[in-house]
């Protein structure tokens, strides 16, 4: 079985500066993948950014980047330079044959 | 650019009462899930299906049951409506790659009472 540990409920961060959230993952399987999605107040699920368990550079996505440590296994998202629009919940999730497992998430607070 | 239709967005429906909810993706994707989401549980999955007519229990899958008689549409079906099935619904489609990533409709929010 998959599990995703998310353990900062919630998380406040300056407009412009950068912030890390934080993703902890256990799995048996060799080959799997991560995945981390924004859902704003709004409700609907948008996804961010992946990274496979064999890629060897960290995945990037314009301000999103992923700090994985495989050995650590850890998956923290990286956000450069916040802002107001990206408050939101976010989600680390974990694939693993067709199914994601989901943490619980981190609440996202970018204060202007 | 992907899209994933969820009939309602929001719903109110009586104890006892069939329950259907339906989803429908314009990608030609292989597989579909069903989710629910509540408060301080994060995302759950109920169901998927990764051909048309196979299905799959998820983690919580008691209570429930689905239908994909088309590639593009996975219904989930509540057979008799309880009040603790009151949540976010969520569906989303994925093309079969491992690296390929779920896309999610805008969700169904579910009152039950």
């Known amino acids: 079985a998959q599990k995703i540990t998310q353990t900062q409920p919630g998380m406040f961060v300056q407009e412009k500066e950068a912030v890390t959230l934080d993703c902890t993952y256990d799995?048996?399987?060799?080959?799997?993948?991560l995945f981390w999605y924004k859902q704003p107040s709004s409700g609907e699920m948008i996804f961010l950014i992946y990274?496979?368990?064999?890629?060897?550079q960290n995945a990037t996505e314009g301000r999103y980047s992923l700090n994985f440590q495989k050995a650590r296994k850890s998956a923290n998202l990286v956000i450069s330079a916040s802002q107001l629009g990206d408050s939101a919940m976010y989600f680390c999730?974990?694939?693993?044959?067709?199914?994601?497992?989901f943490g619980k998430g981190t609440l996202l607070t970018v204060n202007p | 650019d992907v899209k994933v239709t969820q009939s309602s967005r929001y719903l109110v429906k009586r104890t006892g009462e069939k329950v259907f909810l339906e989803c429908v993706q314009d990608?030609?994707?292989?597989?579909m899930f069903w989710y629910r989401q509540d408060p301080g549980l994060g995302l759950r999955l109920i169901y998927f299906?990764?051909?048309?007519?196979?299905?799959e229990k998820g983690d919580i899958p008691e209570g429930y049951s689905v239908s994909r008689e088309k590639k593009e549409r996975f219904s989930l079906i509540l057979e008799s409506a309880s009040t603790n099935q009151t949540s976010m619904y969520l569906c989303?489609?994925?093309?079969?790659?491992?690296?390929?990533?779920?896309?999610f409709g805008d969700g169904t929010r579910l009152s039950i009472l």
């Open positions: 999730a974990i694939r693993s044959n067709y199914k994601l497992t």
């Open positions: 799995t048996s399987d060799p080959s799997y993948g």
């Open positions: 990274q496979g368990s064999y890629d060897q």
């Open positions: 990608m030609d994707h292989e597989n």
């Open positions: 299906s990764y051909d048309v007519k196979m299905k």
């Open positions: 989303a489609s994925s093309l079969i790659a491992d690296n390929q990533p779920q896309h």
